[in-house]
């Protein structure tokens, strides 16, 4: 079992930053994939980023490559989310999810978080 806690999510004007993190506690984190996703209302979860157990493989989707950068520290157990350029239509629900390998924790992640809103205002 993995339990995961997201932070850091907030309201942000158009091309600010904020920084998320996700801690892990539960099992060994080093053991897993991780990714963070987003819901916006009315819309369906989608993956936004992923980097595998030891941080050297990343995935974005492709709004977000260039602007946001995913990363981990094993050592502390967390994971982040580094967004920069922020756009309106960032505004979600942020997730953290953690899975076996990548291409599971995008499709089919094991663990979830409960989630930090952050709002991009224009």
């Given at each position: 079992?993995?339990?995961?806690?997201?932070?850091?999510?907030?309201?942000?004007?158009?091309?600010?930053?904020?920084?998320?993190?996700?801690?892990?506690?539960?099992?060994?984190?080093?053991?897993?994939?991780?990714?963070?996703?987003?819901?916006?209302?009315?819309k369906?979860?989608?993956?936004?980023?992923?980097?595998n157990?030891?941080?050297?493989?990343?995935?974005?989707?492709?709004?977000?490559?260039?602007?946001?950068?995913?990363?981990?520290?094993?050592?502390?157990?967390?994971?982040?989310?580094?967004?920069?350029?922020?756009?309106?239509?960032?505004?979600?629900?942020?997730?953290?999810?953690?899975?076996?390998?990548?291409?599971?924790?995008?499709?089919?992640?094991?663990?979830?978080?409960?989630?930090?809103?952050?709002?991009?205002?224009?």
């Open positions: 079992q993995v339990q995961l806690v997201e932070s850091g999510g907030g309201l942000v004007q158009a091309g600010g930053s904020l920084r998320l993190s996700c801690a892990a506690s539960g099992s060994t984190f080093s053991s897993y994939a991780m990714g963070w996703f987003r819901q916006a209302p009315g369906e979860r989608d993956i936004v980023a992923a980097i157990r030891n941080g050297g493989s990343t995935y974005y989707v492709g709004s977000v490559k260039g602007r946001f950068t995913i990363s981990r520290d094993n050592a502390k157990n967390t994971v982040y989310l580094q967004m920069n350029s922020l756009k309106p239509e960032d505004t979600a629900l942020y997730y953290c999810a953690a899975g076996r390998t990548i291409a599971v924790v995008t499709t089919k992640a094991d663990y979830w978080g409960q989630g930090t809103q952050v709002t991009v205002s224009s």
